[in-house]
């Protein structure tokens, strides 16, 4: 797909005019969608998608078109001509853009990764031989993802890798489940079967008898795919440079130095070593970035936009400011001592639903999904219905945190709003003195 | 219009298949954005989308492949594709769809005013900016926005049983939000955006009331920044319809979708607190509550003659004077269920299948003027405009946050407060419905943000409601 991308690059260029710049985007992926319910197969479609951003940058301003790519390179090149009319007809209509700023480094990065993906039919004979018995729902996403990126200033990014994400639920016959997740770059029939059977034992505890719990202040233990919900409203503009500058960052406070996490918390923005693209979608390297350390706030997600808004330094972010691979530093609790550490309490595989009840007091609410177990004396007792929490980060990740794990999990998103996503977090789970369940 | 149709059907009858059947939805959409946002344009943005999915189905069984190539070659190629996919998971699958009907039905269905010119780019962005400009200056008001998006979409269903389905639509959404913040507190308030959405021409803008609106909407901010928290403690609710349309939402339509109830999205959008055995049963709320599938009213955001699967649509009551009729099911669920459903099967493009969805679900206006609800409240807070959301995944317990909070005492509207939020639990909550406004409080709504999926999409739905009046809800502030 590379030599497709390259093309669109030299159409762009030999229609460019003098004194006017671009940027051009690429994304397209080829991918297996297959949706399992009862551990049958739902729903299953191949999607072949491909589409380029371009924008074009003349006099101080700036416009951007995005056109889907049929593959007919003739055809293509017809369309991104036309985009190129249709923005060159807009930016005469246009304010001068006061926040117009261009990476203009002739930067290069390349990632090509083509590690084979399993073949579909053995995906579901493996699904129907470990999990066949069960009432498995969830679904395999699988197949190439391409992502580029080049300018008139001779930048260029290609970012191209085979992946996969297996998601699934298995739920016991009392309505309560399990969740679990394979996603990768590199398959293996022989861990994805060890997942599959990790979380069938995981649901025989689901079915002892359920706890109920009411409304209160419980100690509580918090798995990372809850801790990456958590996390998923921070990147929610929590670190984003507008947000913070507008009033709409959860973290304002703590970014104003009026408020402090507890010393083992430390966020960054780690874009190395994960399974992004190494450049953000308006075409700057990505850097890795301190976001909080020590529990006090350190960076922000800058975009160029932004940079010239606020006067501030952009840092390779997104658009969105929107972490791509957030992490979170580990703490020290061996996770074999997770439960002996908890004693009584809450064992919460995963959060749902996350929102802000108050944002700048970053205080969210959210419920309890999949296995939530009452545990007493580190002995699980029994899963506990759906519960709702409403509590402030600055409470949960401040003053009741107790520890962090010392293993971290790696968390590909299974995002595929419009396309598959690339993103990530790495974060370890959470021991907390207090969680305060309301409903 | 439909440019594309000639050839579209000269391609679908070259194509060859040995499928039982088979069909073509091709999709083609194009979105405009535009922003001002403190006083700054921000740089257009434009799209144009389009390609088509194939789906067949194979001794029963059905599959799909999605393409952006449109020659015969490319559509040939997608449904051999899909052919040879549907053989594979044969074995595998869950259906069996030989009995399930196909449609044969030919129609077209275009928007209201569609022809109708909206005002150029540049008049579009002089809108906005002299919206923005009229925010007052006060260095409290930290950030606005002014924004308008408008998009086109065709689409065109053709079937081997004979059927060819097109619609035509546009679609505008009309924005504006303020942010006040003093530096360790925030507030916003804001007019359309992701609560206001319609089709038709730009007589949409008039109706969002847009123009003008900018220097209440900031005054507003500044009035929750200096306001008090909302209190705590069980208070009669009335929810004006920009609040309504995210409680019928979350809590009336997610619950009646089928493919929930089904089994089909508990890993990722989860369940239903509703069984299929509820239907005729299951009194879901007060005896006011009346509750529309209508893709009948024009301007709302999902009225369509045919769903994407090709059934037609028309006006259903979901729940009458409280009673739980049908569900969210378009044909596939409706043939997997035995219930009777709706025509809600839809898909948010030319690459995603479709599923039950909602579309436009309403709730039907009652007999009481906004002044008649206020005097119904003794003890109790106005709620309008949703900022928060959050509801667990069998869509029971839910907790809802609004921008703008003010108390009632004996009939009467009094202070405004800040940070308003409610919670409760979807089967008890309807039922404490105690008053339903008429159609003077009547608004027609929508969303263009409604995701649910695997593989995920997002879809446009409407929203309908009056101003509804609750017994006794539980509601408190923020910590700020």
């Known amino acids: 797909m590379k030599d497709v991308f390259e093309a669109l690059i030299a159409d762009v260029r030999l229609y460019l005019q003098a004194d006017e710049q671009f940027t051009l985007g690429y994304s397209a992926e080829q991918s297996q969608f297959v949706r399992f319910n009862h551990a049958k197969v739902r729903q299953a479609g191949e999607v072949s998608q491909a589409s380029a951003q371009l924008r074009l940058i003349h006099d101080g301003r700036q416009a951007e078109q995005q056109v889907t790519l049929s593959g007919d390179a003739q055809l293509d090149r017809q369309r991104l001509i036309a985009a190129l009319e249709q923005l060159r007809q807009t930016l005469p209509l246009l304010a001068i853009d006061p926040y117009l700023r261009l990476d203009e480094s002739a930067w290069h990065s390349h990632s090509q990764q083509e590690q084979p993906l399993p073949a579909l039919s053995e995906v579901l004979a493996l699904l129907e031989r470990e999990a066949g018995d069960l009432d498995l729902v969830g679904i395999y996403a699988a197949g190439p993802i391409c992502r580029g990126f080049a300018s008139s200033f001779g930048a260029i990014g290609w970012h191209q890798a085979n992946s996969f994400n297996v998601d699934w639920s298995l739920f016991h016959e009392n309505g309560e489940a399990v969740k679990a997740n394979y996603a990768g770059q590199r398959w293996s029939a022989d861990d994805f079967t060890a997942r599959l059977r990790l979380a069938r034992e995981q649901l025989s505890f689901l079915g002892r008898p359920a706890v109920t719990l009411k409304p209160g202040s419980y100690r509580a233990y918090l798995a990372p795919a809850a801790m990456d919900e958590i996390a998923g409203m921070l990147c929610w503009g929590g670190f984003s440079a507008q947000a913070l500058a507008t009033g709409n960052s959860a973290l304002q406070r703590l970014y104003n130095g009026d408020a402090q996490l507890h010393p083992m918390v430390s966020f960054s923005e780690q874009v190395s070593g994960s399974l992004s693209p190494a450049f953000s979608d308006e075409g700057s390297p990505r850097l890795d970035v301190p976001l909080i350390q020590q529990g006090n706030a350190m960076q922000r997600l800058v975009s160029a936009r932004s940079a010239a808004e606020f006067e501030l330094r952009a840092n390779g972010a997104d658009s969105y400011e929107s972490p791509c691979a957030l992490s979170l530093a580990p703490g020290n609790l061996p996770s074999e001592q997770i439960l002996k550490r908890l004693s009584t309490g809450l064992y919460i595989s995963n959060l749902w639903y996350l929102n802000y009840s108050d944002l700048p007091a970053a205080r969210m609410t959210g419920l309890t999904r999949f296995a939530t177990f009452w545990v007493e004396n580190g002995e699980i007792q029994g899963p506990v219905s759906t519960m709702r929490f409403d509590d402030s980060l600055y409470s949960l990740l401040g003053s009741q945190l107790e520890d962090l794990t010392r293993e971290r999990e790696m968390i590909l998103s299974t995002s595929t709003y419009g396309q598959r996503s690339t993103g990530s977090s790495h974060l370890p789970g959470a021991l907390v003195k207090g969680l305060t369940l309301t409903l | ?480």
């Open chain 2, 1 to 480: 219009m439909f440019d594309s149709s000639a050839l579209l059907r000269q391609r679908f009858a070259g194509l060859r298949s040995t499928a039982e059947l088979f069909s073509l939805r091709h999709v083609k959409q194009s979105h405009q954005a535009l922003s001002v946002r403190r006083n700054v344009a921000e740089p257009p943005v434009f799209s144009h989308d389009e390609g088509a999915m194939l789906t067949v189905r194979v001794n029963g069984v059905e599959a799909y492949a999605a393409t952006a190539d449109l020659s015969q070659t490319g559509l040939q190629r997608a449904l051999e594709q899909a052919e040879a996919l549907a053989r594979q998971i044969a074995p595998y699958s869950l259906l069996d769809l030989r009995e399930q009907p196909a449609t044969s039905a030919r129609h077209d269905h275009i928007s209201p005013n569609f022809d109708q010119p909206v005002p150029s780019l540049a008049d579009c962005l002089g809108l906005l900016a002299a919206e923005s400009a009229s925010v007052p200056k006060d260095s409290r008001l930290v950030d606005w926005q002014a924004s308008l998006g408008l998009s086109l979409v065709e689409q065109t269903y053709l079937n081997s049983a004979g059927a060819e389905l097109r619609h035509a639509q546009r679609f505008l959404f009309p924005g504006l939000s303020v942010t006040a913040s003093d530096g360790q507190d925030s507030q916003s308030r804001s007019l359309g955006r992701d609560n206001f959405g319609q089709q038709g021409g730009f007589e949409i803008v008039e109706r969002c009331g847009l123009v003008g609106a900018a220097r209440l909407v900031a005054d507003q901010a500044l009035q929750l920044l200096l306001a008090p928290n909302t209190p705590s403690g069980a208070r009669d609710l009335l929810l004006m319809p920009d609040q309504m349309m995210l409680q019928i939402h979350e809590s009336i339509g997610h619950p009646l979708e089928m493919d929930r109830i089904l089994g089909d999205e508990r890993n990722y959008a989860g369940t239903s607190f509703v069984k299929a055995s509820d239907f005729g049963h299951l009194q879901y709320g007060s005896e006011l509550l009346n509750v529309t599938f209508d893709p009948t009213i024009g301007e709302e955001l999902a009225s369509y003659s045919f769903d994407d699967d090709g059934t037609p649509a028309s006006k259903q009551f979901l729940i009458h004077n409280g009673l739980l009729l049908r569900p969210l099911g378009g044909a596939l669920s409706q043939f997997r269920s035995g219930l009777d459903g709706v025509a809600n099967s839809r898909a948010c493009g030319w690459n995603r299948a479709p599923i039950d969805r909602m579309a436009n679900l309403n709730i039907e206006p009652g007999d009481q003027s906004l002044d008649q609800l206020l005097q119904g409240i003794e003890h109790g807070i106005l709620m309008r405009t949703n900022r928060s959301w959050s509801i667990d995944d069998a869509r029971n317990k839910f907790q809802f946050g609004c921008e703008w909070g003010q108390l009632i005492e004996n009939g009467e509207l009094k202070g405004i407060v800040k940070n308003p939020n409610y919670r409760g639990i979807s089967a008890q909550f309807w039922r404490n419905l105690a008053a339903v406004g008429d159609r003077s409080t009547f608004q027609v709504l929508g969303t263009p943000n409604c995701g649910k999926g695997e593989p995920n999409q997002v879809v446009r739905v409407g929203h309908a409601s009056p101003a509804c009046v609750f017994r006794q809800i539980d509601v408190f502030g923020g910590d700020a």
